[in-house]
């Protein structure tokens, strides 16, 4: 009876608000807007309630529904799981019948001309994909939030926030303003790509000039505990940092309201995360502050304003339209994430973010992705790209083999673009900037959205050299053969050596859980020794010897284990071709095996000169040409 009286106040709340609207005569077809109204009674246990009121509804049996995905998020999402109380009525507050016909799917057979749909969302958790309400926020990323009308994509949308001054709120979005506290969608796809984050986030802008005049505001909103002096001190720091962005591409993109906004949220109840949009990007960062975490944050915000360009509107085929009732797969995540990744942190060196010595520890990680991880030796960026409606935020029970059949297209698509531009630079004299800048002014800027083959047709055009677009096409990218990262590197006076030679190695630790939250194995026997909790890499040591997720290591050389350090201990005083003597249990009772250990394969690279060697003048002038700041 509650929810019912609450539900009638909303509507004749919302019937109010738009009374004016409704008067005119509305002119057929997809212009005639739906409108939304939102609204935080009960924001202290991490609810909304929605209101969608539909004039001119679709003929027939109507249907609304959630999403199960989001647009820069390859896995399905069941969004409709956190929907409830969903009902609906008639303008005098009549109520219609509403069958659930999917989880996520709602229909009203017999209906008047306007429908209004209601429902309470539930949300506690922020990050790029979800929604998170509570007292002091309301963070919202559309698919998660907000039901559609389906058949009515391309009308126009609405927003009304309600609550506004009751919380003490102000609205950060991408979304037109349209006075008030309404906004405004021209779509749905446009709606689902403009999350909303109502808090009392602080502020600080500046404006960029492109080559032709035009001017563009950057924002910077962030909700945290920092103090206004610090978040302009951080803007400082952005601003320089989308200025070498800027660079790299000869000018900003037209942004579509003249502003790009960075939305950040900065508190440890946040999950690390970050979300490319068209005129804005949703960055959240478990700290309590930004200050004293510069340089951490920084990295984020250099890879998704990146995404402005690259993704957002140098877009690839398989994402347009973007498909909101299941997740989408994508070949190029190599080029639209790998490429972004490359070039977030090396902006980051050219912007004097990152000394060279810090710029060369992410360059192992790169170079230990392509050449050291069991499936970038076996499979193409291509095929790890498709693989991302697994692995992108994608959540399994049951435990998946990804430590043998997944690495990150994020670092391997960003070794590709290493060894890219160093080759173009060391073979061709040419710069991976100048080709991104092509394909930029051939596909992004005009919005036609790309395939590989004409990324490669690009790079032949640039290079005057089909066949070398060609080679590398089918070897590094649809195949997974590897570039010659040691004597690339060693272009600009970086070293790639082993990270720990003569080290004895049996394989990484047992307990390493990556981002796809992989399910964890269980053994009754875990009290008395050290689990194997996670998939065991393979042609590892452990894995020769048979060992596997579930088992438990009892002992190692006669000594009681009970702990990874216990373990590590063990093995750190062998030399690699020694054995340990292992006693395990598992469901098929107690046994024991000789692990055969080997030199650690992983790599590290430093500058020669912190290697004690010295850079010549090639190499300096190398480096120098690579990473020095471009803003003129
Ligand atoms: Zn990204």
Redesign the pocket.
């Given at each position: 009876m509650k929810k019912l009286l609450l539900l009638l106040a909303l509507c004749v709340f919302t019937i109010a608000v738009f009374a004016q609207r409704r008067h005119k005569r509305y002119t057929a077809g997809p212009a005639t807007p739906i409108y939304y109204t939102v609204s935080f009674p009960n924001a202290v246990h991490h609810e909304a309630e929605i209101m969608i009121t539909v004039p001119q509804a679709p003929r027939g049996p109507l249907r609304f529904r959630m999403s199960r995905s989001s647009p820069?998020r390859y896995a399905t999402h069941e969004f409709g799981k956190n929907v409830y109380n969903v009902s609906a009525f008639t303008d005098k507050g009549t109520m219609l019948t509403v069958k659930q016909v999917d989880g996520d799917i709602y229909e009203i057979p017999i209906h008047p001309s306007t429908v209004n749909i209601s429902y309470t969302l539930f949300g506690n958790w922020v990050d790029g994909t979800y929604a998170g309400i509570d007292a002091g926020q309301a963070h919202l990323n559309m698919p998660a939030t907000f039901m559609w009308v389906v058949g009515a994509e391309r009308r126009p949308v609405k927003f009304r926030f309600t609550d506004l001054d009751k919380h003490n709120w102000k609205v950060s979005t991408q979304l037109k303003y349209e006075g008030g506290n309404t906004y405004s969608a021209p779509d749905l796809q446009y709606l689902m790509d403009s999350p909303v984050a109502l808090s009392a986030y602080k502020q600080t802008s500046w404006d960029i000039t492109n080559p032709n005049g035009r001017r563009q505001r950057i924002n910077l909103h962030v909700y945290s505990d920092d103090s206004q002096q610090a978040i302009e001190s951080f803007g400082k720091m952005v601003h320089k940092l989308t200025l070498e962005e800027q660079a790299v591409f000869g000018e900003l993109p037209l942004y579509d309201n003249g502003e790009y906004t960075f939305m950040a949220n900065v508190h440890p109840s946040v999950n690390g995360d970050?979300m490319?949009h068209r005129n804005c990007t949703v960055i959240t960062d478990p700290f309590y502050k930004i200050e004293g975490n510069e340089k951490a944050a920084l990295g984020t915000f250099a890879?998704?304003y990146f995404?402005s360009w690259n993704?957002e509107r140098l877009r690839p085929k398989s994402l347009q339209p973007f498909d909101f009732t299941h997740s989408n797969q994508s070949s190029e995540l190599w080029f639209?994430?790998g490429f972004?990744?490359y070039y977030g942190e090396m902006l980051l060196t050219r912007a004097g973010f990152y000394t060279a010595d810090d710029y060369a520890q992410v360059l192992g990680l790169v170079v230990n992705a392509a050449l050291n991880t069991p499936a970038a030796k076996k499979y193409s960026p291509v095929q790890m790209s498709n693989y991302a409606v697994f692995a992108d935020a994608g959540v399994s029970v049951d435990a998946v083999n990804n430590s043998n059949i997944f690495t990150s297209y994020?670092l391997y698509g960003a070794a590709t673009a290493l060894a890219l531009d160093l080759r173009l630079r060391s073979e061709f004299n040419l710069t991976l900037d100048d080709y991104m800048r092509q394909v930029w002014l051939t596909y992004g800027k005009t919005e036609k959205p790309y395939t590989i083959q004409m990324l490669q047709l690009a790079l032949a055009r640039y290079t005057k050299e089909p066949a070398f677009a060609s080679d590398f096409f089918k070897e590094f990218i649809y195949g997974a053969d590897k570039n010659n990262y040691e004597g690339l590197l060693a272009n600009a006076g970086f070293l790639m050596r082993k990270a720990q030679p003569g080290a004895a190695w049996a394989g990484p630790p047992f307990n390493s859980v990556g981002r796809s939250r992989a399910g964890q194995s269980h053994s009754a026997a875990a009290a008395e020794g050290l689990l194997i909790a996670t998939t065991v890499v393979e042609n590892t040591p452990v894995y020769k010897a048979g060992l596997d997720a579930g088992d438990v290591i009892l002992q190692a050389d006669g000594q009681p284990i009970t702990n990874q350090a216990d373990w590590d201990s063990i093995i750190n005083t062998k030399k690699p071709g020694e054995k340990v003597k292992v006693k395990y249990n598992n469901r098929m009772g107690v046994s024991e095996v000789d692990i055969i250990l080997e030199e650690n394969p992983v790599y590290q690279v430093v500058t020669f000169e912190r290697a004690g060697q010295t850079l010549n003048k090639e190499q300096e002038a190398f480096r120098d040409a690579w990473l020095r700041s471009k803003i003129k």
């Open positions: 820069g970050g490319e890879h998704e995404h993704v639209a994430e972004t990744q994020y």
